[in-house]
C-alpha cells in the first residue's frame, strides 16, 4: 500500500489526469455545445495546476518507487508548459468556432498532452520516460489531424503519427539496448553504473543505445536530420495547434533531452558531445538556410523553430550549469515570442479565410500600426537584436559556449544567426515598405489580443529585469547538475 | 554664482529656443537668448572688473569629469585677466549681434533655430575661454566649430551655403589634428592636462627632447608647433585661411560674431594663454611671426581687388588675425590681445554695418552694383567711416592704439622675423587704408549702379538694428584709449597679473614704447597714404583702376583668384581625394567587397537555400529515409571515433 505521502510530488500530475477525464465525461455528455465552457475550464485547471505545482514543489522529491522526480528544474519546465498549454486553449477557442471546429476534444486533449510533457519532464526510470512521450505524442497525433475534412491537416496528422511511430522505435530500440548492456532501467542506477566505470568507457552497444536514443528526442525537438515533418505539420495543423506545436512539446521535448543526457549519461558527455554538437550545427544552419525560400508564414516559422532548437542544443552540447541555464532562459524567451507571433498569425484572416503567405502582410503598418508594430518587435527579437529579449535567450547561450570552449559551435550558431536576421528582416520590411495589401478582417478576439500584447510586452522589457527568469533557471539548472 | 551664470545663462538659452522653438515662435526665442545675452555681458563687465582691474582671479571648479587611471580632469572654470577680457568680448559683441539680428533676421522662416544657434555659439566660446585645462579648451574649440558650420550652412538651401560650411568644417578637421596631437604631446611630457600644472612645469622642460616622426627635437617646440597648427585653422592663418572668405555664405551677423569678433581670434587667444609654453619654445615662436606677417600681407593684397563688400571685410579680418600673431610671436601677447580687443569691436562694426548696407539694397552684396547711396543710408555711413578710420588705425580712433603698439613691438624686437613682420605690417597698413575706402567710395559715392527698384528701395535699417551699430561704435571710439594704460602701457604688470607670462629677456612690449619717432608715425603716415590712393583712384580718377587691371592684368587676375590656393587645394588634395574615394568606392567597395562579401555570400545563400528546399519532397518515406540514415551516420561516427 502507497502512502499518500509518497503520491505528493505527483500532485500536479493527478489532478491534470483526473481533470481531464471529468472534462471529457462533461463533454461528452454536454455535447460540442460546452466547448467554450470546456476550454475556459481547462485553463482554469491548468492555473489550478501551476498553483498546486508551486505549493508542492520542496527541493527535490521522488514518487512511484523513484520512477518520478521533482526538483526546481521540473517546476521550471512545467510552468513553461502550462503557460504554453493554457495559451494554446486560449488561441483556438475564437478560432476554431469561426473555421467550425470547435470540439470538446481540443482542450480535453490538449489537457492530456499536458499531462504526458509533465511526465516527461520529470521521467526518471527509461521506462516513465517512454509512458510520458507516448501519452504526449498520441494526444499531438490527433489535435494535428484536428480539422478532419481538411486534406492537409489529415495529411499533416498522418505523417506526424508514421514519423513518430518510427522515432518511437528507434526509441525504445535505445532503451532496450541500453538496458541490455547496463541492466538497469533507472536513471539513478544507471547514473551510478557509469560513474563505478572509471576510465575504461561504456561498451559500444550502450553507445549505440545511447545514439538511438538521442534520435528518437531529436524527433521530438525536430532537430535536424530528423526534423522533416515539422514543416509539413506546423503548415496542415491549424494554426493554434501549430502554435502548441511550436512550443509547448519543444520545451518538454528538451527538458527531456536535458535530463537524460546531463542526467544519467551526464559522465559520458565526452561520447555524446559530438553528437549534439553535430545535430546542433546542422539545425542551426538548415533552419536559416531553408526559411530564406519560404512563402508561407507558417512554413517559415517551422524553419525558425529548428534553427532555435540548434541554438538550444548548443547550451545542452557544453553539458555545463551556464549552459542549462541558457536552454531555459532561451525556452522561456522563445515561447513568448512564439505565441506572440502566432497570435499574429491568426490574425491573418481575409473575408473569413485564412491566409499565410508572407505577402499578405504587405503594407501591414500602415493598415494596422499596433499588430505590424508587435509582429515587428518580435521579429527583431527571434533576429537577437538587443536590447529585446531574444538578443539575450542567445547572449547566454552563447556565453556558455565560449566559457566551455566550444568556439566553433559559438561562431556557426552567430553566423546562422545573421542569415536567420534575413528573413525575420524580410517580414519588417515586408510590413513597413512594401505597397499594402488588402486589409485584414478585424476579428483578433480579445484573448488572442491580450497573449500578444502581454508578449510583446515581456519581450520588449525583458531588459528591465532579466533577473527574475535568469535567476529561477540559474537555480532550476543547479538543482538538476546537483541531484 | 554670477560668474557661473554669465558662463551657461547663454546655453540655458540656446536649449529653450532651441528646444521649444516652435512654441515659443519667434518673439519668444528672441526674448529668451537676447535676454540671456544680455544679463551674460553685464555679468562679464563685473567679472572684469573685479578679477582684472581689482586682481582677484579665480578658478571655479564644477566637477570632476574624467578620472582614469593616471588621467584626471576636472571641469573648473578659470577667470584670469585673459579670460575676462575675451568674456567681455565675447558677451559684448554677442550681445550686439543677438540684438541686430532681432532686425536682419525678421524674414528668416527659422528664426528660433538661429537664435538658438547664436547663443549655443556664444557659451561654447565662454567654454573656450574659461577654459581650465587643455581638454575643456578643446571641448569649446570644437563646440565653436560646430556651432560656426552650423550657422555658416544655417540657409541650407543653399548649396553654396553647404559646400562652404562643409569646407570649413574639414579646414578646421586639419587645424584640429594637430591640435589634438598637440594635447596628446603635453598628456605625454607632462602627465596631466592643466593649464597650472603644465605652466609650473614649463621652465623644468625647457631642455627636454621627444620623439616626433622617427626624429628627436625639442620638445616643446614640437609641442607649440603642432598646438600652433590648431591655431592657424580657427584663425585663418596662411595655409589654413581659406575657408573664411567662404565663410561669408552665412547670415552676416554671424560673419560678424564668429568670423570677425570672436571665434577666429580663439587662436590668438590660445597662444596668449599658452605663453608660458610658447615662450620657451623660440622657434615656435618665430614661426608664429612669420605666419602671422605673412597673413597680414597676403589677406590684405587679395582684399585689394575683392568685389563682394562682405568678402573685402573678410580677407581684412584675415589680414588683422596676422597683426595679432605676429605681436604674439615677438612676444607682445599684451598687444595681440589688445589688438584683438579693439578689433573686435571695430571688424564687428563693419560686418554689421555692411549687413546694413546689404539690408539696405535688398540683399546685394557685389559692391560694382552699389554705390551713390551715402545720403539715403546716413547713420550706416556714418558708423562705417568709423570702422574704417579705427581699422586703418589713424589717430585716436581704437585700432590706432592697438594696431600702432603691435608695429612697434615687432620693430623693437630687434631681431630678423621682428623687422619682417614690421615693414610686412607696414605695406598691409597702406593696403588696408586703401582696400577700406575703396570699399567705402564704391560702396557709397559715385553714380548708383544699382536698378532703380533697389535704389528706390535703399533705406535706413530699423532701430533694433542701428543701436548695436552704435553700441559697437562707441568701442571702436573710445576702446582703444580707454584700454592703452591698462593693455599694454604703465598699468600693464599689474592689469595682466599671472595670466600672460614674458620671459624676462623678451623685452619688446617694453622697448616698444621707445622706439624711434618715424616707427610711430610711419602707421599714421602709410594709413593717409592708402586713403588718398583711393579718393584718387576711385572719386577723382574713375576709368584708373580698370587701366591699372588691364596693365597688370596677371597680378590682377592672381590676386582675384586669391593666390590660386583654392586652386592649388583643389588639384593636390581635393581631386585626388576625391579620386581615390571614387576608385575604392566603385572598385574596392562595389566590385570587390560587395562582390566576394554581401552580395557574393548573399547569392551563395539563396543558391543553398533553394537546394536545401528541395530537399523537402514531402514523401513520408523520403522522411523515414532522411532519419534512418541520420541514425545510421550518427552511429557510424561514434563507432568511428570509438575505435
Redesign the interface.
Known amino acids: 500500500m502507497i502512502s499518500l505521502n509518497e503520491l505528493m510530488p505527483a500532485l500536479p500530475e493527478i489532478v491534470l489526469a483526473c481533470m481531464g477525464m471529468i472534462l471529457l465525461m462533461l463533454g461528452v455528455f454536454r455535447g460540442d455545445g460546452s466547448t467554450r465552457s470546456v476550454s475556459w475550464i481547462a485553463v482554469l485547471v491548468l492555473i489550478v495546476v501551476g498553483v498546486v505545482l508551486s505549493s508542492v514543489q520542496n527541493g527535490r522529491m521522488t514518487a512511484f518507487g523513484g520512477q518520478f522526480v521533482v526538483d526546481d528544474f521540473a517546476h521550471f519546465m512545467k510552468w513553461l508548459i502550462i503557460i504554453g498549454s493554457s495559451f494554446a486553449i486560449l488561441m483556438s477557442i475564437n478560432f476554431n468556432e469561426r473555421e467550425s471546429i470547435a470540439r470538446f476534444e481540443y482542450p480535453v486533449l490538449i489537457l492530456f498532452a499536458t499531462l504526458g510533457m509533465f511526465m516527461m519532464v520529470s521521467a526518471n526510470d527509461l521506462i516513465s520516460l517512454y509512458i510520458g512521450l507516448e501519452l504526449q505524442s498520441l494526444s499531438l497525433y490527433v489535435v494535428a489531424a484536428f480539422r478532419r475534412d481538411s486534406l492537409k491537416s489529415s495529411e499533416a496528422g498522418l505523417k506526424y503519427f508514421v514519423l513518430g511511430a518510427l522515432s518511437s522505435g528507434m526509441l525504445l530500440y535505445g532503451c532496450s539496448l541500453v538496458y541490455g548492456f547496463a541492466g538497469t532501467t533507472s536513471f539513478e542506477g544507471l547514473a551510478t553504473l557509469f560513474k563505478s566505470l572509471g576510465g575504461t568507457g561504456p561498451s559500444v552497444g550502450l553507445v549505440v543505445g545511447l545514439v538511438f536514443l538521442i534520435a528518437g528526442l531529436a524527433f521530438k525537438v525536430s532537430a535536424v536530420p530528423f526534423h522533416m515533418w515539422t514543416p509539413d505539420v506546423y503548415e496542415g495543423a491549424p494554426t493554434p495547434v501549430t502554435a502548441f506545436f511550436a512550443v509547448a512539446p519543444k520545451i518538454a521535448a528538451i527538458a527531456l533531452f536535458i535530463r537524460v543526457l546531463v542526467g544519467p549519461f551526464g559522465v559520458l558527455i565526452a561520447d555524446w558531445q559530438q553528437v549534439i554538437v553535430l545535430i546542433s550545427i546542422a539545425s542551426m544552419v538548415l533552419g536559416a538556410l531553408a526559411a530564406i525560400w519560404q512563402d508561407n508564414i507558417k512554413r517559415l516559422l517551422a524553419y525558425s523553430s529548428i534553427g532555435n532548437i540548434g541554438y538550444a542544443l548548443i547550451g545542452l552540447a557544453t553539458g555545463t550549469e551556464a549552459g542549462i541555464r541558457g536552454i531555459l532562459v532561451y525556452m522561456t524567451i522563445y515561447l513568448a515570442m512564439n505565441v506572440g507571433t502566432f497570435c499574429c498569425v491568426l490574425a491573418m484572416r481575409r473575408t473569413g479565410r485564412m491566409v499565410e503567405n508572407i505577402a499578405d502582410l504587405a503594407g501591414l503598418a500602415r493598415n494596422q500600426p499596433l499588430m505590424a508594430l508587435a509582429l515587428a518587435i518580435l521579429m527583431f527579437s527571434m533576429a537577437g537584436i538587443p536590447p529585446l529579449a531574444g538578443f539575450f535567450g542567445k547572449l547566454y547561450i552563447f556565453l556558455a559556449a565560449i566559457e566551455a570552449g566550444l568556439y566553433t559551435l559559438a561562431i556557426i550558431g552567430v553566423l546562422a544567426s545573421v542569415v536567420g536576421a534575413f528573413y525575420y528582416l524580410r517580414i519588417i520590411k515586408i510590413m513597413y515598405f512594401d505597397e499594402p495589401a488588402e486589409v485584414f478582417d478585424r476579428s483578433m478576439g480579445r484573448e488572442v489580443r491580450a497573449i500578444l500584447v502581454g508578449t510583446t510586452l515581456f519581450v520588449t522589457f525583458f531588459i528591465v529585469r532579466p533577473d527574475i527568469i535568469v535567476e529561477g533557471a540559474g537555480t532550476a539548472a543547479r538543482m538538476l547538475l546537483a541531484g | 554664482m554670477i560668474y557661473v551664470l554669465a558662463i551657461f545663462l547663454p546655453l540655458v538659452g540656446a536649449t529653450i529656443a532651441g528646444l521649444f522653438g516652435h512654441w515659443l515662435k519667434d518673439k519668444g526665442a528672441q526674448i529668451v537668448t537676447c535676454g540671456g545675452l544680455l544679463l551674460s555681458a553685464t555679468f562679464s563687465v563685473i567679472i572684469l572688473n573685479e578679477v582684472a582691474l581689482k586682481g582677484e582671479p579665480q578658478t571655479i571648479q564644477i566637477f570632476s569629469w574624467i578620472i582614469s587611471g593616471g588621467f584626471e580632469v576636472d571641469w573648473s572654470l578659470r577667470f584670469d585677466t585673459l579670460t575676462a577680457v575675451m568674456l567681455v568680448v565675447v558677451t559684448v559683441v554677442s550681445c550686439a549681434v543677438h540684438f541686430y539680428s532681432i532686425g536682419y533676421m525678421h524674414h528668416d522662416p527659422s528664426v528660433p533655430r538661429f537664435f538658438a544657434y547664436l547663443s549655443l555659439f556664444t557659451f561654447f566660446m565662454l567654454m573656450l575661454v574659461t577654459a581650465n585645462n587643455f581638454l575643456q579648451l578643446f571641448f569649446g574649440w570644437e563646440g565653436v566649430g560646430l556651432a560656426s558650420y552650423l550657422l555658416i550652412g544655417f540657409w541650407y538651401e543653399k548649396p553654396s551655403a553647404n559646400a562652404a560650411a562643409i569646407k570649413a568644417f574639414l579646414v578646421n578637421r586639419v587645424g584640429d589634428f594637430g591640435f589634438a596631437l598637440g594635447i596628446l604631446g603635453v598628456f605625454l611630457m607632462y602627465g596631466s592636462i592643466d593649464f597650472d600644472t603644465v605652466f609650473n612645469a614649463t621652465p623644468g622642460k625647457a631642455a627636454a627632447t621627444m620623439e616626433f616622426l622617427g626624429g628627436t627635437w625639442h620638445a616643446l617646440t614640437v609641442l607649440c608647433l603642432l598646438l600652433f597648427i590648431g591655431a592657424m585653422g580657427k584663425s585663418a592663418q596662411l595655409g589654413l585661411h581659406t575657408w573664411l572668405p567662404d565663410a561669408m555664405e552665412g547670415p552676416t551677423p554671424v560673419s560678424a560674431l564668429i568670423h570677425a569678433a570672436t571665434m577666429v581670434t580663439a587662436g590668438v587667444f590660445m597662444v596668449a594663454r599658452l605663453s608660458p609654453m610658447f615662450e620657451y619654445a623660440p622657434f615656435a615662436l618665430d614661426v608664429v611671426c612669420v605666419v602671422g606677417a605673412s597673413t597680414a600681407f597676403f589677406a590684405a593684397t587679395v582684399g585689394l581687388v575683392q568685389n563682394d563688400i562682405k568678402r573685402v571685410i573678410a580677407y581684412s579680418t584675415c589680414s588683422q588675425l596676422g597683426y595679432m600673431f605676429f605681436a604674439c610671436g615677438v612676444s607682445a601677447y599684451a598687444a595681440g590681445v589688445f589688438h584683438l580687443f579693439t578689433h573686435a569691436f571695430f571688424k564687428a562694426l563693419l560686418f554689421l554695418g555692411a549687413g546694413s548696407v546689404i539690408h539696405a539694397m535688398s540683399s546685394e552684396q557685389d559692391m560694382r552694383h552699389m554705390g551713390g547711396i551715402w545720403s539715403h543710408i546716413k547713420l550706416t555711413y556714418a558708423m562705417m567711416w568709423i570702422g574704417s578710420l579705427a581699422l586703418a588705425g589713424l589717430p585716436f580712433f581704437a585700432g590706432f592704439y592697438s594696431k600702432d603698439m603691435v608695429l612697434e613691438a615687432a620693430f623693437a624686437a630687434d631681431s630678423g622675423v621682428g623687422f619682417y613682420a614690421f615693414w610686412m605690417g607696414i605695406i598691409a597698413a597702406v593696403m588696408t587704408a586703401f582696400y577700406s575706402w575703396r570699399l567705402l567710395f564704391m560702396t557709397f559715392h559715385g553714380e548708383p549702379r544699382a536698378d532703380e527698384k533697389t535704389m528706390a528701395h535703399v533705406h535706413e535699417s530699423p532701430k533694433v538694428m542701428t543701436i548695436p551699430l552704435i553700441v559697437l561704435s562707441l568701442g571702436a571710439l573710445f576702446a582703444g584709449y580707454i584700454g592703452y594704460d591698462a593693455f599694454v602701457g604703465t598699468g600693464m604688470n599689474e592689469f595682466w597679473g599671472k595670466a600672460i607670462f614674458v620671459l624676462p629677456t623678451n623685452t619688446a612690449i617694453i622697448d616698444a614704447h621707445h622706439v624711434p619717432l618715424w616707427v610711430k608715425l610711419l602707421p599714421i603716415f602709410v594709413g593717409l597714404i592708402g586713403i588718398g590712393l583711393a579718393y584718387y583712384m576711385y572719386i577723382m580718377r574713375t576709368d584708373m583702376p580698370a587701366k591699372v587691371a588691364a596693365k597688370c592684368w596677371k597680378l590682377y587676375l592672381f590676386l582675384y583668384n586669391k593666390w590660386y590656393f583654392d586652386e592649388l587645394y583643389d588639384k593636390l588634395f581635393v581631386q585626388p581625394a576625391n579620386y581615390i574615394g571614387r576608385g575604392l568606392w566603385k572598385e574596392g567597395d562595389g566590385t570587390l567587397i560587395d562582390g566576394l562579401g554581401p552580395d557574393g555570400v548573399a547569392s551563395l545563400?539563396?543558391n543553398?537555400?533553394?537546394r536545401?528546399?528541395q530537399?523537402?519532397s514531402?514523401y513520408?518515406y523520403?522522411?523515414?529515409f532522411?532519419?534512418l540514415?541520420?541514425?545510421a551516420?550518427?552511429?557510424t561516427?561514434?563507432?568511428y571515433?570509438?575505435g
Open positions: 545563400v539563396r543553398l537555400a533553394g536545401v528546399s530537399l523537402q514531402g513520408v523520403h522522411y523515414a532522411a532519419m540514415i541520420g541514425v551516420g550518427l552511429v561516427l561514434y563507432l571515433t570509438l
